[in-house]
């Protein structure tokens, strides 16, 4: 039994498929879990493709996709997973209510419908299951992997998750815009004493004051959260676009000097929560 933690996808917004961006990354937002026997997804970004590739080479029938919400960035590596392709492969899909906006069925759906799309959602042979939460509920993946979830501040609403197994904790924490001055209080309450929080940090202080209701946070609040929380880790994630490898390394030290146990992080790096160091 294993708790690892693979970064797929860091970024925000639109893939970065270029040279200034690649000691980071530059694809969209998605990270790998691997708990008690479990192959577990967080949203399917562009980083999404990779690692559904070496399922299929490793023979995997099984995983959950827990989606935090529908925007482009968070599913377009959707239509690329090779094993939702795969007859008999078993693929859950988990995610928040929309405010008012379709439910996570639709949304991917209609991302693979003509003319943005050639290939139907229907004709995936996987078997798909798919299950909406309200914020704020917990379920059971099995094995005593329990999962927690917390609404987000953002357009069109998300949903933050926590991943719980064997005394060890990951929250996932993005597309949220924090309130300056006032801690969001179901964010507190979710990443409370977990070994690692994966927090949006997509702006610094002085982009955010110019962004104000773009639905994103920064590295600083993320410092402020986590040590109010008693957090062991913080992985800055969601990287904006503009932001290349000299820029990134350059907020990643600031937020160190301020609160050590802090990286941005990478793609292609992994974490072992079992047995913690850093990123490998």
């Not at 078997?127 to 999962?147: I, Q, Y």
């Not at 998300?158 to 990951?170: M, Y």
């Not at 030290?253 to 047995?275: K, M």
Request: hydrophobic letters at 40%; one cysteine or more.
């Amino acid at each position: 039994m294993d708790y690892t933690v693979t970064f797929w996808g860091v970024r925000g917004t639109v893939p970065c498929p270029l040279r200034s961006h690649m000691e980071f990354g530059g694809n969209t937002a998605c990270i790998e879990v691997r708990v008690a026997g479990h192959t577990v997804f967080l949203d399917a970004g562009t980083g999404l493709r990779l690692p559904g590739r070496r399922l299929v080479k490793e023979g995997v029938r099984s995983a959950t996709l827990l989606l935090s919400h529908a925007h482009l960035d968070h599913i377009s590596g959707f239509p690329f997973f090779a094993p939702a392709y795969t007859p008999g492969f078993d693929l859950r899909i988990i995610g928040g209510r929309a405010d008012g906006g379709p439910g996570i069925e639709t949304a991917l759906t209609r991302q693979m419908e003509r003319p943005l799309f050639p290939v139907p959602l229907r004709t995936m042979g996987g078997d798909l299951n798919f299950r909406e939460v309200t914020a704020g509920d917990s379920f059971d993946l099995g094995e005593g992997v329990r999962v927690r979830t917390a609404p987000l501040n953002h357009p069109d609403g998300a949903t933050a998750f926590r991943i719980d197994w064997a005394d060890r904790s990951l929250a996932y924490v993005t597309d949220t815009e924090h309130v300056p001055g006032a801690p969001d209080r179901a964010v507190l309450d979710l990443i409370a004493g977990a070994d690692l929080v994966v927090y949006d940090a997509t702006y610094t202080d002085d982009e955010f004051a110019r962004r104000v209701g773009w639905g994103h946070s920064t590295w600083s609040e993320g410092v402020r959260l986590c040590r109010r929380a008693g957090v062991g880790r913080l992985a800055l994630f969601h990287h904006d676009p503009d932001h290349d490898d000299a820029a990134m390394a350059a907020i990643e030290a600031e937020a160190r000097a301020v609160w050590p146990p802090v990286f941005a992080a990478r793609e292609g790096t992994t974490l072992d929560l079992l047995a913690g160091g850093p990123p490998a």
